[in-house]
């Protein structure tokens, strides 16, 4: 059973309460047990799906925030995709999630978001290859080795150290979100922005 996908059929078997079970508050649970099944359904799988509309929306809620309002640039790349350089005099907010075809392939389907980071104008390295190896911290090839938990919600048959990079060029889009130099506070407040409304599925893992 895939959660998201099968629960609406669940919901519609919840019988309607008679006068009886009115009676007796049947009625207010199912109503809890409905509200809480579609908050499960809409809410268990965050993807990223409208790039324009995310920036939009950050640009109404970043009123407050310092050094607001400057300049967001965007870049999405469709699996596959080859690693990308940094642009000069640019830091960035990252998204790697699953490819249109991947996610089709996959229960947690196309857009699922699998991290969501960060880069100052100096980490040209940290945006443009670390993430797919083993040798720096908290890469995103790592933790998709280390929690296998993860691989039949992502459709991984097998991968291992060594073909790690090839499964992430061939499978996984990436968005950019790029921010003038300069502009820390709304870098910051930014990627927060980002994780909160698409999830980030390796958020914390090492």
């Given at each position: 059973?895939?959660?998201?996908r099968?629960?609406?059929?669940?919901?519609?078997?919840?019988?309607?309460?008679?006068?009886?079970?009115l009676?007796?508050?049947?009625?207010?649970?199912?109503?809890?047990?409905?509200?809480?099944?579609?908050?499960?359904?809409?809410?268990?799988?965050?993807?990223?799906?409208?790039v324009?509309?995310?920036v939009s929306?950050?640009?109404?809620a970043?009123?407050?925030?310092?050094?607001?309002?400057?300049p967001?640039?965007?870049e999405?790349?469709?699996?596959?995709?080859?690693?990308?350089?940094?642009?000069?005099?640019?830091?960035?907010?990252y998204?790697f999630?699953?490819?249109?075809?991947?996610g089709?392939r996959?229960?947690?389907?196309?857009?699922?978001?699998l991290k969501?980071?960060k880069?100052?104008?100096?980490?040209?390295?940290?945006?443009?290859?670390?993430?797919?190896?083993?040798?720096a911290?908290?890469?995103?090839?790592?933790s998709?080795?280390?929690?296998?938990?993860?691989?039949p919600?992502?459709?991984?048959?097998?991968?291992?150290?060594?073909?790690?990079k090839?499964?992430?060029?061939?499978?996984?889009?990436?968005?950019?979100?790029?921010v003038?130099?300069?502009?820390?506070?709304v870098?910051?407040?930014l990627?927060?922005?980002?994780?909160?409304?698409?999830?980030?599925?390796?958020?914390?893992?090492?």
């Amino acid at each position: 059973m895939v959660p998201g996908r099968t629960l609406p059929r669940a919901i519609a078997s919840i019988p309607e309460p008679n006068a009886r079970q009115l009676e007796r508050g049947q009625a207010c649970r199912r109503t809890c047990i409905l509200l809480a099944a579609k908050v499960y359904s809409v809410y268990s799988y965050p993807v990223l799906t409208d790039v324009s509309a995310l920036v939009s929306d950050f640009s109404l809620a970043a009123a407050l925030v310092p050094g607001w309002p400057c300049p967001i640039r965007t870049e999405l790349l469709r699996a596959p995709h080859r690693p990308p350089q940094l642009p000069a005099g640019f830091a960035a907010v990252y998204v790697f999630a699953l490819g249109q075809e991947a996610g089709v392939r996959a229960p947690a389907g196309p857009g699922a978001v699998l991290k969501v980071g960060k880069v100052s104008i100096a980490s040209g390295a940290r945006f443009s290859y670390q993430h797919y190896g083993p040798n720096a911290p908290s890469t995103l090839a790592k933790s998709l080795v280390k929690y296998r938990v993860l691989w039949p919600w992502l459709g991984i048959a097998d991968i291992n150290l060594q073909n790690v990079k090839t499964w992430m060029l061939a499978n996984l889009d990436r968005v950019h979100f790029y921010v003038p130099a300069g502009h820390p506070d709304v870098l910051s407040s930014l990627e927060v922005y980002v994780r909160a409304r698409v999830g980030s599925a390796f958020e914390g893992a090492a």
